[in-house]
């Protein structure tokens, strides 16, 4: 069974840093390019960034680039998202996402999220 | 960065009706839309990718078409299980971008 467990959320105040973390279980996680998608509260889901299954390959949504880094460690099965800077608009809820198979990209799996909340 | 136009934002719906949303793109996306069902308190669900095609387990009453920039997801017969938030995803190019969601209600 696929298993996508956040973790590293909570309260952090204005230009403070945070880092979440995805530990993936149940399939090859190092063949699978992964994503980070937020949602906050009572609005719209937002795809945040995305990395290639060897880190080869990583892209960010504008609203977020150069203060957030996508990251992962294929030994630990783990994917990462340092965020940096942060702004009251980066409190959401955070979700790791996955492909269901090697040759599709489209989000499959997700975790269940864990919450930012960014405040003084 | 490519934009994805949903509407409506919200939707009034009976049972056993057909209901229908679109997504226009800002640029030709090729087909590459997904559709997601969203519950309150849950994770989203993949419903259709590449435009119509249904993913496994998904019931036939929900089906997806377009071409080009404009697309749209149907649901017909609506039944109680789906009221929920759907949400469209252009995965043409990066980054990724969602539509604003359309929240399907009871009528």
């Known amino acids: 069974e696929v298993q996508l467990v956040e973790s590293g959320g909570g309260l952090v105040q204005p230009g403070r840093s945070l880092k979440l973390s995805c530990v993936a279980s149940g399939f090859t996680f190092s063949n699978y390019g992964m994503n980070w998608i937020r949602q906050a509260p009572g609005k719209g889901l937002e795809w945040v960034a995305y990395i290639s299954s060897g880190s080869s390959y990583i892209y960010y949504a504008e609203t977020v680039k150069g203060r957030f880094t996508i990251s992962r460690d294929n030994a630990k099965n783990t994917l990462y998202l340092q965020m940096t800077s942060l702004r009251s608009e980066d409190t959401a809820l955070y979700y790791c996402a996955s492909p269901q198979f090697i040759t599709t990209v489209v989000p499959y799996y997700w975790g269940q999220g864990v919450m930012v909340t960014v405040s003084s | ?107």
């Open chain 2, 1 to 107: 960065d490519i934009q994805m136009t949903q509407s409506p934002p919200s939707l009034s719906a009976s049972l056993g009706d057909k209901v229908t949303i679109t997504c226009q793109a800002s640029q030709n996306i090729n087909k590459y839309i997904a559709w997601y069902q969203q519950k309150p308190g849950k994770a989203p669900g993949l419903l259709i990718h590449y435009t119509s095609t249904l993913v496994s387990g998904i019931p036939s009453r929900f089906s997806g078409s377009g071409s080009g920039r404009d697309y749209s997801f149907s649901i017909s017969n609506v039944e109680s299980e789906d009221i929920a938030s759907y949400y469209c995803l252009q995965y043409d190019n990066s980054p990724r971008t969602f539509g604003g969601g359309t929240k399907l209600e009871l009528k």
